[in-house]
């Protein structure tokens, strides 16, 4: 059996040239039996913890003893495509330290680029390339790149070397062989692979057609000459390569020498928060019990003591404090600013009395009866996510604040990586193979809105095409292939990521498209899989409302007030305006659905509206929650719960589902 692993495999976050998954690269090198596979996309390192995750996923379902069986090695890099002449060169970090100086000069690259685009010079290499190793895929031009770059990282350096079947390898091989031998350098073989298996090669064209602004017919050489460059067995590499067997040896080489894992990354959040001479922890409990005693100065309620110990043990436990501290300082300055910017914790963190305490959220959880382990569970092994709404005309006040107090290098907004959904795909595709504006818009007038992951064939039935035409067929093998394909990074609403350490040494920094913004590479799923924590500051256009509505009631002398002294009156008349459904303009139950509910559910208590709210999503739709629900409200059906058996309290679903 022959080792190889192939070290320059793209996918499709090498955005329009690679034409696989990310998971899909992992998954068919495991297929064939390599030793290992290494994820390097164009200038960007968006795609490798989906990689990581599709390996953990793979090995999840083996024993101890299958996974020692299993020699396989993911390693993760980058390749870097310079603007000054250089040839691309493949960099992978050896250690935590290399990762670090990798994603760094990603980021200086991508600084001094617009949004999208990264400059990177043979310099900037130079000034990073510590505690790396490189596979260049240079030719007999690029000596002086390669002595420079050999000088800087010695014992470093590989040629790589491809065969792609274009008539002319082995003479191409036998001149970089001695070209590599005059420099001393090892030769690397590769299939350069863009792709899993051949059969994904029509999507590639497409892509490249895409990326050329061209159609299918009049691409040309643009397009590759065969369908070679896809993930090939050992045995096949070997074949190729049977004349130069060492550069086959290199790849298992070049794999032991990389000690990197994306579980090496550890995450630590800022300190700020805290001030010198306090833990984090301490500090918290401090805060957040002087905030109890002014809220009740006689004494505080025992069920309200026993969710600050409930709470306070599991943030303690899984080392939170630092997280609750940050998102209390965000609303501490939101709050301190003249006049203040109105602020409101949303979500399960209402769930929380610490969060109530700290002035984060204005439902008292004690009141309400609501459920901690809802919002954070030692079970669940997920970090806390609160969402801070702000008012939308003043949120970049905040945002810029969270800038100037962390750093550009350890403040960043997470992506949002955009894919191709139906609308986008047809209409790509279309242009690509062809086909008339008018036709493409024909198909895509029955899909609603701009997401869905399917073309369904009736949909395409619907506009009066016959699915079996074999122009429409192919249309539709290509779109299918195509959808959740990602198109581009954008950045997320409000999530930012805070670092102690720099965060762009645990992910590359781009500029997002709004002036002064800059977001990371990685998105929600991305910082969830590697466990790191981020702080939503959302826009909400209704506290912007509801802050004008504040300031007239002021000017015309009705009182002032905020979020925390309006209070919550039971007043029958506004019930009596909700139950008949007179609810435009009302946040939250405006909508055709909640206006449809609303005379059936009837409410006439601030709960119900939580129910209210809470009901009409798709989840209790689709689950046959709802008329059950209205039904047993209404007294025309028995309430019954189900009971735990012993030693769980027979009534416990009863308190835990209200």
Request: a negative charge.
């Amino acid at each position: 059996m022959t080792d190889f692993a192939e070290l320059v495999a793209a996918t499709n976050f090498s955005f329009l040239r690679g034409a696989s998954h990310p998971g899909e690269m992992v998954g068919q090198a495991l297929a064939v039996g390599m030793a290992g596979v290494g994820i390097a996309d164009r200038n960007s390192v968006a795609g490798v913890v989906r990689a990581h995750v599709a390996l953990r996923d793979a090995l999840e379902g083996l024993s101890k003893e299958q996974r020692k069986a299993l020699p396989f090695r993911l390693i993760v890099g980058a390749r870097l495509a310079f603007t000054d002449g250089t040839p691309d060169i493949v960099a992978y970090p050896q250690t935590r330290y290399g990762w670090g100086r990798l994603t760094r000069m990603l980021t200086v690259g991508n600084r001094r680029a617009e949004k999208g685009d990264c400059i990177l010079m043979l310099d900037d290499l130079l000034g990073h390339a510590e505690e790396m190793l490189f596979i260049v895929m240079a030719g007999e031009e690029d000596e002086v790149a390669l002595r420079k770059l050999s000088e800087a990282a010695p014992e470093a350096v590989w040629i790589g070397a491809a065969m792609p079947r274009a008539g002319r390898d082995h003479r191409a091989m036998a001149r970089l062989s001695v070209f590599a031998d005059r420099l001393g350098l090892p030769l690397l073989a590769t299939n350069d692979a863009l792709y899993a298996e051949p059969s994904c090669r029509p999507l590639h064209d497409v892509l490249t057609c895409i990326r050329e602004k061209t159609t299918i017919h009049c691409a040309g050489r643009k397009l590759a000459a065969n369908a070679e460059r896809h993930l090939k067995s050992p045995e096949e590499m070997a074949r190729l390569f049977q004349d130069y067997p060492e550069a086959i040896a290199a790849t298992t080489d070049f794999l032991s020498r990389i000690d990197f894992t994306l579980d090496d990354l550890r995450y630590e959040y800022p300190h700020e928060p805290v001030p010198k001479g306090w833990e984090p922890q301490e500090w918290l409990e401090h805060i957040v019990m002087e905030a109890a005693y002014k809220r009740w100065p006689d004494a505080i309620p025992v069920k309200a003591q026993a969710l600050l110990d409930e709470e306070f043990t599991l943030i303690r436990k899984q080392e939170y404090a630092y997280y609750f501290l940050t998102v209390h300082d965000v609303v501490k300055f939101a709050r301190s600013q003249d006049p203040p910017i109105l602020c409101q914790g949303r979500g399960s963190a209402a769930n929380s009395m610490v969060c109530y305490l700290l002035g984060i959220t204005s439902v008292d959880p004690m009141k309400y009866d609501l459920l901690f382990s809802r919002f954070v569970s030692e079970e669940r092994k997920e970090p806390p996510d609160i969402d801070v709404d702000f008012e939308h005309e003043r949120r970049e006040e905040v945002m810029q604040y969270i800038y100037r107090r962390y750093g550009r290098e350890r403040a960043g907004i997470a992506a949002t990586v955009i894919h191709y959904r139906p609308r986008s795909a047809v209409r790509e595709v279309g242009k690509v193979l062809g086909h008339t504006e008018d036709l493409t818009s024909r198909i895509v007038s029955t899909v609603w809105g701009s997401w869905g992951r399917e073309m369904p064939e009736e949909r395409i039935a619907e506009t009066g095409f016959d699915p079996a035409n074999p122009e429409i067929a192919r249309l539709k093998m290509l779109v299918d292939q195509i959808l959740n394909f990602p198109r581009h990074l954008s950045q997320h609403v409000g999530g930012y990521v805070l670092t102690q350490g720099r965060l762009d040494e645990i992910v590359p920094i781009h500029n997002a498209a709004m002036e002064d913004r800059t977001f990371i590479e990685w998105d929600k799923d991305d910082i969830d899989a590697l466990g790191l924590m981020k702080v939503d500051i959302l826009a909400l256009g209704m506290l912007t409302c509801v802050r004008k509505s504040l300031d007239l009631m002021a000017r015309h002398g009705l009182g002032s007030f905020d979020l925390q002294s309006i209070g919550i009156e039971e007043d029958p008349a506004v019930y009596d305006m909700l139950c008949r459904g007179d609810s435009i303009g009302v946040f939250q139950v405006e909508s055709r659905a909640q206006i449809n509910m609303l005379p059936r559910l009837r409410p006439r208590e601030f709960y119900d509206l939580v129910i209210q709210v809470a009901i009409v999503r798709p989840g209790p739709i689709e689950g046959d929650m709802v008329h059950p629900y209205l039904r047993r409200r209404a007294g025309k059906e028995l309430v019954d719960y189900p009971s735990p058996i012993p030693p769980h309290d027979p009534e416990e679903l009863r308190d835990v589902l209200g």
